[in-house]
């Protein structure tokens, strides 16, 4: 293995997980500890070309050890925390909107649509609720669900912890159909949740696979490599999709851990390109450039059309960056001193950056609209943030 894989890697514990052996990810260990393992770069001082302020807060229960990510939908933001609280605000004002215990504490973030509001429960289940919370139907999975539920039409996929997808009726809870495959023994556990676009669910799979199945019965419509496992050992041999797909009108791209960045064509799932880095955290786009966050904590930018190295920011070395959230004229990523920090598009420099509680920013941050985005911390702040 290379020796900054084992920087990362070895602290990890292995866990049972669905059956199969699995190596805790850097959610769970490297993001849920208060300070990385590896020592973390100081922030350097940067001369803001813009002033990034908040402009609205609130709170929802802490993430503890599980990573929690906001959902949009319309004017809405969704919220949830593990203690089953479960809130909406209004994204332009924060102004508080429903608000309801779950019932259960929440192992996955929360999935939404203007009608139905689904998450995970620490039991595997799914619990479904309209938008002022009553319930409307559950439905018990054979596994941990990390993974926010999607919501999308009539239809609500989830997964569980071994990768296994499921899809359900909207309306009744009543599943359609399963999506299974083979297990590596060994696998990062990660809290990767799926695409769906044109009629077909993408999801990135352990051992370095990404696959598309129809939303109409789970059959698979394309199956992908993204990186094989090599090595002599079987933790040396981890090639893991861990990260939520990038998927546009033409693409849908992967990034895996030790392993490599391929951007297949949506339809058919041919590879139209690739080269070779490792990413836990995962990856965002914008028109021209896919930015990446790999496993050094570098942000870096590749021509979309290719694969073209654009830029590379490397001075955020261990601070638990997340996956990038694509903005304007700005990529935004957030650290495990619950920072946000603002980089150029255009080479990657730092162009400004906030505070907001103290506590790690886990999940990506998300677009509410084309000049304000959202960021939820550990410790359950939920920061609306305008550029300027």
Known sequence: MKRHGWALVAPLMLVLLSGCDTLKSTYDSW??????????????QIRPAVSPRIAWQSTIGAAEKTVFFPAVTGNTVWVTGTNGQVASFSANT??????????????????????????????GEILAFDATGKNLWKAQLPGDVLAPPVVEGDLVVARTGDGTLYGYDAAS??????????????????????????DLVIA????????????????????????LPKGATELERVADVTSVPVVDEARACAVAYQGRVVCFDVTRGTALWGRDISSFSGMAADNRNLYITDDK????????????????????????????????RYVIVGDYQGYVHLLSREDGSFAGRIA???????????????????VQTRNGGVFAIAVQ
Request: glycine letters at 14%.
């Open 31 to 44: 993001f849920g500890a208060s300070v990385p393992a590896a020592k973390p770069a100081e922030l350097v």
């Open 94 to 123: 924060g102004a508080a909107g429903a608000r309801f215990d779950s019932g259960q504490r929440i192992g996955a973030g929360v999935g939404a649509s203007a009608t139905l509001v689904a998450v995970g429960s620490a039991r």
């Open 173 to 198: 809870g009543k599943r359609r159909w399963v999506y299974q495959r083979a297990a590596p023994a060994l696998s990062v556990r990660s809290h990767a949740g799926v695409v769906v676009s044109r």
């Open 204 to 227: 990135g799979f352990p051992g370095g696979r990404l696959v598309a199945v129809s939303t109409k019965n789970g059959g698979a419509a394309w199956d992908g490599i993204v990186a």
């Open 297 to 328: 904590n570098a942000v870096v930018a590749l021509d979309k059309s290719n694969g073209s190295s654009v830029w590379k920011q490397d001075k955020l070395f261990g601070r638990g960056v997340s996956r990038p959230l694509a903005l304007g």
């Open 356 to 374: 907001t509680d103290g506590s790690q920013i886990a999940a990506a941050p998300v677009v509410l609209d084309i000049s304000t985005f959202l």
